[in-house]
C-alpha cells in the first residue's frame, strides 16, 4: 500500500479514535492548527481550479473534514468538561483573540454562526440543489451534441467517449455537493448545539465538582467554550467558502483570482468614475476630504496604470500577431496552402466595394445565401460558399467569377446607373450607355435614375445593379453546376439519402456502383440541367440498372427515363402543345451509323461533312424557332439521344435534347421543324 494511501487510512482511524479516546491537551492543539491549515488548503485550492471537476474528490473531502471537525468538538468539550482546560490554541482564542472579555467573545461567535449559517451555507446549499437539477436536465440535450458531432465527423471515438464521460462526471459530482452541502448544514448546527452544552454543563461541572465560585465558574468555562467555538467555526467557514466557490464556479481560462482582476478591472474608465464618485462623496458630506482624496486619487491611478497596460498588451499582441504572419510566410506550410482552390470566387475592383459593404447598403452577401438556397431546391445541389474578395487588379467597375481557379464570366456595372433591356425596340428617347446583358447576352442600356419610371413605361426592363450581377452568378453557376459536383460532394448527398433510405444506398454502393460512377452520373444531368434533387428516384434506377452496366452514360439515359415526369415539367407550360423541333429518319439513321463501341464505352464518330451539314441545319431551324419568340427544343429517339447531345453541345449548349421516352404520354407534342440533311 502506498504511503499516500496509508496517510488517508490513518487519518479517518484518528478521526475514529477522537470519538472514544480522551486526547491530552498539546495533542489537541496541534490537531486544531491542522484542521485550520486543511480548511485554508482547501478554500485555495477551490479558488485556484478553472472547472469544478478539477476538483471532483471535494464532495467527499467535505465529509470527512466536517466529521474529523466534530471529532475535535467531541475531544475538546471532553477536555474540557473534564479537566478545566483544552490546550494552549483554545485558551488564546479564547483570551487574546477576543481580548478575555466573555461578551465580547459570545457576539464574535454569533455572528461567525450566523454568517456561516445563513449567508454561506445557506446560499451553497440552494446552488448546490440547482445546479444539480439543471446538470441533470442537461445531460440528453448534451449526449445528443456530442452523437451529432461523432456523426459529422468533428469528433472521434475517443473524443466522444472522453465527452460523454465528462458529461457523466458532472451530473454526479453536482449530485453529490447537493448531498455534500448538507454536511456543512449539519456542521452549523452541531456547532450552536455543542458550544450551548459546554456553557450550561461546564457551569454546572465547575460550580459541583471543581468547587469554583458562580463568577469564577462562569468566566472561566465561557472563555473556554467560546474559545473553542470560535476556533472551530472559523475552519468551518473556510470550507463552507470553499463549497460556495466550487459550485457557482463556472469553465474559464484562469483561476478564481485571474478571472476576478481581469473581468472586474476591464473597463478601466469605470475605475474614474468610481473615483469621481468617492471625491464628491466627500466634497458634499461631512466625511474627511483627505481620506476620501486619498481614495479616490488611488483609483484614478489603478484606472491609468490598468489603461495603459492594456494598451501595451494590445500593441504586443499586434506584433506578435504580425510576427507570427511573417513567420507562416517564410515556412513551408505556407507555400502549401496556396495550393487550394477556393469552388467559387466572385471578385470585383474597388469601385464595386459598396455592393460588399452593409454600411454602405450593400446586400451582395444576403444575395448570395439566397442563391444558393434558391439553386440547393431547382438542382439538388449544395452550392459551396463563395468567396468574395475586392482585386485591385481588375478595373473599378469590373467584376469576374472564378469557379475553382478559372475564370467563367466577367461583367461591368455602373452602381449609380439602372440596366434597361430593350422590349424588342429602340426608344430614341431613353438614352444611355450600350451595353450587353451579362446573363443572357440581351442589348440593354446602362441609363440614369431620372430616365428610370420613363423606361419602364415604354417596356423597358429596368433592374438595379446588385439583381445584374446576382442573376449573372446564378446563372454561370447553374450552368458550371456539373463542374462544382465532386466525390466528397457526392458521399454527403449519399449520406443524407442514407438517412431516410439506408437499404436503397446499400443496394446501390459501394457494388455496384462506387461513388465515382454515382457522381459521373449526378455530373451528366447537371451538365444538361436535370435537377439531381429527388435522388431517391435516381438511386432506385441506378439499383434497377446497375448490375446490368456500368456505363454511366447508359445509366443516365436511364435515369433521365426515369424522370421523364420532372423533365417533361421542366420544359413544358401544363395544358399547352410542347413545340419542338425532331430528325429526320435519315439524320438519325447517320447517327447511329456512327456509333463506335469499344471496351472503355461508346463514342460518336463521323464524318465531318455530315457532321457539319446535321449542324447547320440544327443552327437553321434554331433561328426559325427564336424568330417565333419559343425556346428551341430537339426531340428524337432514346437510341441516339446522348450522340446527338454529344455532337451539338460544343455549338448549342443550352439547347436541350430529350428523346420520346423522356416526355410524359399525355403530352401534345407538335413538331414546328425537321432536321435533315442533303
Aim: hydrophobic share 45%; charged share 20%.
Amino acid at each position: 500500500m502506498r504511503v499516500r494511501d496509508l496517510s488517508v487510512l490513518l487519518s479517518v482511524i484518528l478521526i475514529v479514535a477522537m470519538l472514544i479516546i480522551p486526547f491530552p491537551s498539546w495533542m489537541l492543539s496541534i490537531l486544531i492548527i491542522v484542521n485550520i491549515s486543511l480548511a485554508l488548503l482547501v478554500l485555495l485550492t477551490s479558488m485556484n481550479m478553472q472547472e469544478p471537476l478539477q476538483f471532483s474528490i471535494f464532495p467527499s473531502l467535505l465529509l470527512l473534514l466536517t466529521l474529523f471537525r466534530l471529532g475535535l468538538n467531541v475531544s475538546t468539550t471532553r477536555s474540557i468538561l473534564a479537566t478545566g482546560e483544552a490546550g494552549g490554541v483554545v485558551h488564546t482564542f479564547g483570551t487574546f483573540v477576543v481580548g478575555g472579555n466573555v461578551v465580547v467573545g459570545f457576539v464574535v461567535f454569533l455572528i461567525l454562526i450566523i454568517i456561516q449559517f445563513i449567508v454561506i451555507t445557506k446560499g451553497s446549499e440552494r446552488v448546490s440543489e440547482v445546479a444539480a437539477r439543471f446538470t441533470l436536465d442537461a445531460m440528453p440535450g448534451k449526449q445528443m451534441s456530442i452523437d451529432a458531432d461523432l456523426n459529422a465527423g468533428m469528433i472521434s471515438d475517443k473524443e466522444a467517449r472522453e465527452r460523454r464521460e465528462k458529461v457523466s462526471r458532472e451530473a454526479d459530482f453536482y449530485g453529490a455537493m447537493d448531498g455534500a452541502s448538507k454536511f456543512v448544514k449539519g456542521d452549523a448546527i452541531a456547532g450552536i448545539i455543542i458550544v450551548l452544552i459546554n456553557l450550561l454543563f461546564g457551569f454546572i461541572i465547575g460550580m459541583t465538582q471543581h468547587g469554583l465560585g458562580f463568577q469564577e465558574a462562569l468566566s472561566k468555562f465561557t472563555l473556554l467554550t467560546v474559545g473553542d467555538g470560535i476556533v472551530s467555526q472559523i475552519p468551518a467557514l473556510l470550507i463552507s467558502t470553499a463549497t460556495g466557490i466550487v459550485v457557482t464556479r463556472a469553465a474559464s481560462e484562469g483561476n478564481l483570482g485571474t478571472d476576478i482582476t481581469r473581468q472586474l478591472f476591464a473597463y478601466p474608465k469605470m475605475l474614474y468614475v468610481t473615483a469621481g464618485t468617492i471625491f464628491l462623496l466627500g466634497l458634499f458630506t461631512p466625511i474627511n476630504d483627505l481620506l476620501t482624496i486619498s481614495i479616490s486619487g488611488l483609483l484614478a491611478i489603478g484606472g491609468y496604470m490598468i489603461a495603459r497596460s492594456n494598451n501595451q498588451e494590445i500593441e504586443l499582441e499586434s506584433e506578435t500577431e504580425e510576427e507570427v504572419q511573417v513567420e507562416d510566410l517564410k515556412s513551408p506550410e505556407s507555400v502549401v496552402n496556396l495550393l487550394n482552390v477556393d469552388p467559387i470566387e466572385f471578385e470585383f475592383g474597388y469601385g464595386l466595394i459598396p455592393l460588399a459593404d452593409t454600411n454602405q447598403g450593400g446586400d451582395i452577401l444576403d444575395r448570395i445565401v439566397m442563391i444558393r438556397r434558391q439553386l440547393a431546391i431547382e438542382l439538388g445541389l449544395v452550392i459551396p460558399v463563395v468567396r468574395i474578395r475586392d482585386n485591385i487588379q481588375l478595373q473599378p467597375n469590373e467584376y469576374r467569377l472564378k469557379i475553382k481557379g478559372s475564370e467563367m464570366a466577367r461583367g461591368e456595372l455602373l452602381l449609380d446607373h439602372f440596366l434597361a433591356m430593350s422590349p424588342g425596340y429602340d426608344d430614341h428617347s431613353i438614352e444611355g450607355i450600350d451595353t450587353i446583358e451579362p446573363s443572357f447576352g440581351l442589348p440593354a442600356k446602362w441609363i440614369s435614375e431620372e430616365l428610370k419610371d420613363q423606361a419602364e413605361m415604354q417596356g423597358y426592363t429596368v433592374v438595379d445593379p446588385p439583381s445584374v450581377v446576382s442573376t449573372h452568378i446564378t446563372e454561370v453557376i447553374r450552368r458550371n453546376a456539373h463542374d462544382l459536383l465532386g466525390r466528397q460532394e457526392t458521399k454527403q448527398l449519399i449520406d443524407h439519402l442514407k438517412e431516410s433510405y439506408p437499404i436503397l444506398v446499400e443496394e446501390v454502393t459501394p457494388t455496384p456502383l462506387s461513388v465515382g460512377d454515382i457522381q459521373k452520373v449526378l455530373a451528366k444531368l447537371l451538365k444538361e440541367n436535370v435537377s439531381i434533387r429527388n435522388l431517391p428516384i435516381i438511386f432506385e434506377t441506378l439499383a434497377d440498372f446497375g448490375r446490368m452496366t456500368t456505363d454511366t452514360d447508359l445509366l443516365a439515359e436511364y435515369v433521365r427515363q426515369s424522370l421523364a415526369r420532372q423533365i417533361t415539367n421542366q420544359f413544358i407550360v401544363p395544358g399547352e402543345t410542347m413545340k419542338v423541333v425532331t430528325l429526320s429518319g435519315k439524320v438519325e439513321k447517320a447517327v447511329a451509323d456512327g456509333v463506335q463501341q469499344t471496351e472503355h464505352g461508346n463514342y460518336l464518330s463521323i464524318e465531318p461533312q455530315i457532321s457539319q451539314s446535321i449542324i447547320e441545319s440544327i443552327a437553321k431551324q434554331i433561328e426559325n424557332v427564336s424568330i417565333q419568340e419559343q425556346s428551341p427544343i430537339l426531340l428524337c429517339s432514346p437510341a441516339v439521344r446522348m450522340y446527338v447531345r454529344q455532337l451539338i453541345e460544343r455549338y448549342f449548349p443550352q439547347v436541350p435534347v430529350l428523346s420520346y421516352n423522356e416526355l410524359e404520354a399525355n403530352v401534345e407534342v407538335q413538331s414546328v421543324g425537321v432536321v435533315n440533311i442533303d
